[in-house]
């Protein structure tokens, strides 16, 4: 148990669908991250929020839309997804943006057919 | 530009030692290291800042040369438990927490 918690750990989606991924942190953090791991792959980092700004958008494409309403809890909007965007979705937190230790969730599976 | 890890995958015994090595094209202003275990979130072991810091984690440290922009995970007396994949996040000179992780390397201990 690592403090943060990510739902649903398992998705199965068709490329037209819209879906939603889930994370909640209970460690007080105020930055959130979404990573994407992709087998054979490093870790990627899409997206950081920083008392609820985003303030990293690593290029994404925008059928990834991520959505911070408080610093607690962090979403990722799924829409129109392609095979390849099949992967793990890894949330993490931290204190702060200036350096320190990543708190990751277990992670989202995600397979588009 | 990720960092390059190396090896990508050791097998051990139990009781062996090993060294994970992580090295940057960059210059870095500190390296982290993670743990992850087959189904599980990756966890944290340690960050090194810039000056060759030497920091411990019970059987396990690490070093970090700036001058080489290289950091390496010492392993001694491996444990079953120590299995898992590490990867090294580095950080650009105070790019807070913009971490670019390496490609891991596969860690096996056998009994």
Known sequence: ETGVTQTPRHLVMGMT????????????????YWYKQS???PLELMFVYNFKEQTEN????????????????LFLHLHTLQPE???????ASSQGTGGGELFFGEGSRLTVL | ????????????????DAVINCSSSKA????????????????????????????GHEKISASFNEKKQQSSLYLTASQLSYSGTYFCGTELYNAGNMLTFGGGTRLMVKP
């Open chain 1, 85 to 91: 965007d099949s992967a793990l979705y890894l949330c």
């Open chain 1, 17 to 32: 669908n819209k879906k939603s991924l889930k994370c909640e942190q209970h460690l007080g953090h105020n930055a959130m």
């Open chain 1, 58 to 73: 690593n290029s994404v494409p925008s059928r990834f839309s991520p959505e911070c309403p408080n610093s607690s809890h």
């Open chain 2, 28 to 55: 870095l202003y500190s390296v982290h290291w993670y743990r992850q275990k087959h189904g599980e979130a990756p966890v944290f072991l340690m960050i090194l800042l810039k000056g060759g810091e030497q920091k």
């Open chain 1, 39 to 41: 087998a054979k792959k």
């Open chain 2, 1 to 16: 530009q990720q960092p390059v890890q190396s090896p990508q995958a050791v097998i051990l015994r139990e009781g062996e």
